[in-house]
């Protein structure tokens, strides 16, 4: 009879985990406590030990994107500063509609023609989160996307901080 | 590839003609790979001017590791762009590897390649920033690595296009950067592109795999890391 009741007891267990699995879908992370220097500083007030970069450097500053934590956009069309992409200049504008980004749009890009993009948002599993911080240590090599991506990136980031 | 490459060696002896057999062959790779360009292996094979069954060895064995590469990803690597094929996720990481391996070859100890930004380490402990990808002028995290490849995917963008191959009319853009760090180059780029292209989710994806760390950085400037990352991390 024990061991019976044990075995329900332990089905009963995990029903109730798959289920609140399902009906839960958001993010589920352990955020870590940022100590230290906070979010990382606009670009022209920056004291960070340039490193050695393989990339393009910038020709204008670039403001960082503040971590949003749990906020909305605002509703309206943002925007981004016009970046370098090696190439050519790439520009974004972003669309917000119910708080979301409903479009971004390339406003500048080297051969000048427009189109808009579509976003997708997906939920994730279980793993530590932290915003992103300025680290001003020497390093000896450097990981990133490529020139474009970066530029995109940019663009799209200043656009976004407007709309905040 | 049309892409920078810095190679750095640090051992005792050092001959520039060495040094300068790793920049041809980058040379070779981007004239065999590079879709951008008219006369290259791949667009000739796009054109259908060559079949993939009479394409030379590099070219036959960069494709079947993509299609491996497919297989182990449940299609979220994909070298295929329509009715084209585009190594380029994949080749990359490969090429490093390879000309990683050609150092060893020639007796070096103590070194790394870098090409744009994806980097395979030997030798001893090196240093490697995570660039911010808000502003390329930052670091926001710093790992030390000794052997392992680092690679940081990003917004992959063709033409005015920003490419998801998963759904080629709706590109991933929840997520601006991600960046692996694997047994080697290889590993860690492939590994890197496929869990892009899952957006988010794709962090999760690193998570599983045995033997890989990563750091993805969202549109807002939040970070999701693997909690094996800080074993890597310095600062």
Sequence with gaps: MKKLLLSLGVIGTFAIYGLSQQSSPELAMMPVPTTGPSPVPDNSGSAATPAPTSGQSSSQPVPTVPPVTGGQYKNGQYTGSVADAYYGNIQVKAIITNGLISDVQFLQYPNDRRTSIMINTQA???LRSEAITAQS???DIISGATDSSQAFVESLGSALAQAK | MDMPVVVEVVDDKVRQEDI????????YIDDKFSTFKEDSEITRINRGEIKRESSSNDMQEVLRLCDETEAETDGYFTMHRGEKLDPLGLVKGWAIWKAAGQLKDMGYKKYYVDAGGD??????KWRVGIRN???????VRIVEVDGQGVATSGTYIRGQHVVNPKKLDEPITEIVSLSVIGPNIYEADRMATAAFAMGKLGIGFISKLKGFEGYMISKDGVATFTPG???YAIH
């Design chain 2, 229 to 231: 990352w800080e074993k």
């Design chain 1, 137 to 139: 240590a020497n390093v």
């Design chain 2, 119 to 124: 980097i395979q380490t030997a030798g001893r």
């Design chain 2, 133 to 139: 990808p808000f502003n390329r002028n930052e670091n």
């Design chain 2, 20 to 27: 300068e057999k790793i920049f041809e062959y980058f040379k």
């Design chain 1, 124 to 126: 994730m599993p279980l």
